[in-house]
């Protein structure tokens, strides 16, 4: 296999140049720039120039700095777990449900734990959508329901069981100290000891969740940042269609 080495881009190919921002907890000052110099250095990057200092809060001072990336990698040996969906539009997805599923198919979304963002949910679910594209709710071809934020895991399987939903959309903000991730195991942890998750399809989302992340958890598929409502309509009724065989 030919090699692809590669780093980050600046001005030129491959010079390695990358922009950090970070906070420290130190006064602004001479001192406090001279110490995220040394940080960055720490690392693995050099001909290190910091951009801003800017003071946050008392002994807070947050930084922009420019630097030079050391190491390289080989592009070729990168893989990645990825959806093998063809996405299809709103009409296209409608279409398939009704002339394959042969019934409307029900989802059911929230945010779950003490998360009170609804911004993701809403964006997939609500019947504006999102950047132009419908949301689920729009759907004639399905039955949505969006049960909002700060919803337990157990209201959560209770109205799933109640609307003998098709497929769970599960989303999340909120991810200081990995709160998101505790919260999609504990759904996953319920599903499992109620002897019911075989039959959900069940699909994370969120700004730090990837494909790669939600299949780790036990998950059906995983959306991140950008994602449209017809990606997830998509991949719900083509998935579904498989497991109908």
Known sequence: MTEELIKPYGDTLND????????????NGPRAKKAAEIYVSELNFEHISVACAEKVADDFTFFVVYARAIPVIDYAN?????????????YAVNELIKTKANRRLNVVGATI???????GIDAIMNMKGYNMDYGLERYPEMNAWNMGAQVTSEDLLKKVLETDADAILVSQTVT??????????????????????????????????????????????????????????????????KKKG
Do not use: C, W
């Not at 734990?113 to 911004?119: L, M, P, Q, R």
């Not at 002897?195 to 399809?201: A, K, P, S």
């Open 16 to 27: 390695g140049i990358v922009q950090l921002s970070f906070t420290l907890p130190v006064e």
């Open 78 to 90: 990168i893989q990645a777990s990825e959806i093998k969906t063809e996405f299809m539009d709103f």
């Open 113 to 119: 734990g003490s998360d009170a963002h609804t911004v």
């Open 176 to 241: 200081q100290k990995d709160a998101h991730i505790r919260n999609f195991t504990e759904l996953m942890e319920l599903l499992e000891a109620e002897n019911v998750r075989h039959r959900f399809i069940v699909i994370a989302g969120g700004p730090r969740i990837t494909h790669e992340l939600a299949i780790e958890l036990g998950y059906d598929a995983g959306f991140g940042p950008g994602t449209l409502p017809s990606h997830v309509a998509s991949y719900i009724v083509t998935t579904f269609l």
